[in-house]
Each structure stands twice: as structure tokens, then as C-alpha cells.
């Protein structure tokens, strides 16, 4: 009696666990069109967090892949998980010009041998009805990703190492403009040196002059900069924000190599310290993606086209 006890213990703890909404899910969401050019490859992973639910939504469209930190909630009974006011790319929307559409997530989990899945759809808000089409998925739970300590390194690394987040027009303003000079700040200069420089890319520009722009890439989380170029100090302690450190630089041309890095003064509350760096010269721009930590700076080296 006590062993066929623990068995059904065993097997219906099995089968709670088997049955949770929590972990690392992927598959296609398909816009309700007659086109079959209207689908978006995503991933979502969840966690619980205080009786509710948060996690990341990582989708591909088109041209485009976005990062998107979610929230919203679970009710076990029914197996029904809801996230909220989640933004999605129009399904009409043009290269370089994207909309989006204001939706709500609604899925079933659905449980069987073969594996788990979360069906459902995205539903547009009332402002959005007449523009956003639903769009339905069909995501499939790996298991092999979804062991907590996996999701939750997956939560950080996906919202600052690979969240890509192109700067709108709202964000062109600029919040700090520094002028191309020495700063002097020895601690600052002295750990700079201290430090690896690590080369994120290689950037080839068609003039002597160049506009560069700093943003944060991701969540805003206090993450503060020192910026370098060919080793001296222009500017100190400057907090990342969606309104860029903004720069312009003249090209030592007498360099065959110029560099420019990004110090981190600090690591945010989501380590490392990441932004979008933007080098434009006039004719083309460069979208780099920096990484600095507490041991590295994070450096691009540009050169002249000859």
C-alpha cells in the first residue's frame, strides 16, 4: 500500500512538473493572412516571479530581430498564460520604416508524451484592431534549455548581450554632445590601462570626420561610460540612455589604425555593461554592438579608405 502511495506521489509530481509553463519554448507565430510570407520565427522564455510571470520574447521578421522583456500571468488550473501590451512588428510593415502593433499574448499549455506546447495567439489592443491582424503560434518547449539556472542565464545574457534595438526618431535627440578634447581623470586612465582592450569590429570609412552615438542596448540599468579614442580620455562617467552620448570625431589620418573604446565605469544592475554604438561618416553607417566588463574595454578599430 505504501510503495503503490509513493508511486502515485512520484508519478503525480512527475506530472505536475511535466505540466509547467515555465522554461524555454520556441516555433513560428503566422499572421492571419492568405500570405504565407507573414510568419516570425520566435523563442519565449518564462519564469515565475512573485505569483506572476516575466520573461524575454525574442523574435526574427523580416530584417529585423528584437528582444522584448514580458509580463503577465499563469493560472495553473487551466493551463492559460497571458502577457500583456507586447510590442510586434506590423506584418505590412516596410524595410526601414516598421510599426507596431500593441498585442496581448494568449496560450494553452498543452501536455502529451511527445512533448509539451503552448498554442494560442496574439491579439491586438482596441486602438490596434483595424490595422494589426491576429497572429497564432504554435511553440514547443525544450527541455534541454529550460533547467532554471539555463533559462535565467538565458533572461540576461538575451536582454544585454543579444537584444537588438534600433534607435526611432523619438530617439535621436541628443542627451550629452562632447566636444573632442583631453579630459584628465588619472584613476579613470590608470584602470583604462589596466584593462584588455577587446575589438568588437573593424570599421572602414570614407572620410576624415565621423559622427559617433552611444546608446544603451536594452533594458536602461544604470550602466555608465568613459570613452577613449587612441588612447586619451574624451569623456567620463556618461550614463547609457535611448538618447545617445553623441561625437564627433576627426581621423588622425597620420594612424593607419585609429581606436575608439568604451571604458565601463560600472556594470549596471544587468551585467556587462552593453551598448549600440552608431558611426556614421557621412555616406554610411556602422551599427556595432559593444560589450565592456571590469576586465575588458570594448574597441573598434576604424581606418581610412584609402
Known sequence: MRKALLLATILFATQVQAQTVFGYWYGFANVKTTSSANNYMMELILQPERGRV??????????????????????????????????ITYYGSMTNMEVDCIMNFRATLRVARVGSNLVGTFTSMPDYKYMCTEIGFNFSLNSDASARDSVLRAIRD????????TPGVADTL???????????NYVVENQFKEREN??????????????????????????????????????SSQKLSTRSIHFDLKIDTSKEINELSMFADNLG??????????????????EIRMTSTLNNNGTIRIRRKK
Do not use: C
Not at 158 to 165: D, H, L, N, P, S
Open 269 to 286: 544592475s544587468i551585467p556587462p555593461n552593453t551598448a549600440l554604438m552608431i558611426v556614421d561618416d557621412g555616406t554610411k553607417k556602422h
Open 174 to 184: 541628443v542627451a550629452v554632445n562632447v566636444i573632442q578634447r583631453k579630459v584628465v
Open 158 to 165: 538575451y536582454k544585454e548581450t543579444y537584444q537588438v534595438w
Open 54 to 87: 516575466k520573461g524575454i520574447l525574442n523574435y526574427y521578421f523580416k530584417n529585423t530581430y528584437r528582444s522584448i522583456e514580458v509580463k503577465g500571468n499563469y493560472n495553473a488550473a487551466t493551463r492559460e498564460v497571458n502577457l500583456y501590451d507586447v510590442p
Open 198 to 235: 577587446s575589438v568588437a569590429a573593424e570599421v572602414e570609412v570614407n572620410s576624415d570626420s565621423i559622427r559617433v552615438d552611444f546608446y544603451d542596448n536594452g533594458e536602461i540599468d544604470g550602466d555608465s561610460i568613459s570613452v577613449f579614442f587612441n588612447g586619451e580620455l574624451l569623456t
